[in-house]
């Protein structure tokens, strides 16, 4: 790649497609399942959790555009960028009122920045898209999502050393990220990109030592047990960065602690691999 190419990359700024879904109970319901939630069933009317709309809006390219990786072949309304890896690596979102199971919604995305970079491990590529979802009441939610690109590893390439995650949590919880979690999230988010599924390809091809847990999932869970731990608060920001994989080999922990402020309290998150380092960090704005 080089400074040509960026240029051309970053001819999609500005570029923006929308899409229409409706708000359905199925897959709420399914998904507090797979997070082992005993919720009543969700009925017109209900609110969906924040983090939740990511089962609605779902990508469904044909199976003839689909590339080698499982995701949609590259091109369309991002850039082509040609890095073999490609993870979800942070997202802001700003809720501004609930979604509600039978809402027809309209999510508008725009892609809003292209970045190339050089990393200890290789070259990276940061496309942010920014989305909007409105509802007939109004604009529901805002979100901005990071997507990184980065090259294969080269052979005895140093391996940036961990972080280690916070020690002062106020409330934990262990998770056991098996197949069956990651296939259930795979299925709800009608996510084929093989690298959370297909262990014989996330190992063999990209050179990971287990299947990945989704960045998505891992901040759904955060959230998750900041809904078990504060049932009756409002978030009004959420905001999370990738900072290390998880692989399904090993459990995990999340873990969070409030910090009272005014109007608003300020709740730190973050996701703890089996050696103790830092693997995703986040906070939200609760009321």
Known sequence: MDQDELDNWRDWIG?????????????LA???????????????????????????????????????????????????VPLPRRMWAGGRL?????????????????????????????????????HEITAARGLALSEEHDIVYRDAPAAGAPVPAPQAAPADATFSREIVPDPVLLFRYSALTFNGHRIHYDRSYVTEVEGYPGLIVHGPLIATLLHDLLRRELPAARTLRFEFKAVRPI?????????????????????????????????MQASAEIE
């Open 94 to 130: 700003e809720f501004h009122q609930p979604l509600q199971v039978g809402d027809a919604v309209t999510r508008r995305s725009t892609i809003t920045d292209v970045q190339l970079k050089a990393g200890r491990s290789g070259r990276l590529a940061f496309v942010t898209v920014r």
């Open 247 to 279: 692989f399904d080999i090993h459990r995990f922990s999340v873990h969070g602690r409030v910090d009272p402020g005014g109007r608003c309290d300020r709740v730190r998150l973050w996701a703890r691999d089996h050696e103790g380092a830092l693997a």
């Open 30 to 80: 399914a998904l507090a399942a797979t997070l082992d939630r005993d919720d009543p069933p969700p009925q017109p009317g209900s609110e969906v959790p924040p983090l939740w709309h990511w089962l609605f809006f779902t990508p469904r390219p044909l199976a003839r555009d689909i590339g080698p990786d499982g995701h949609t072949k590259r091109g369309g309304f991002l850039p082509p």
């Open 15 to 27: 570029r923006s497609e929308s899409l229409d879904d409706r708000v359905t109970a199925a897959p």
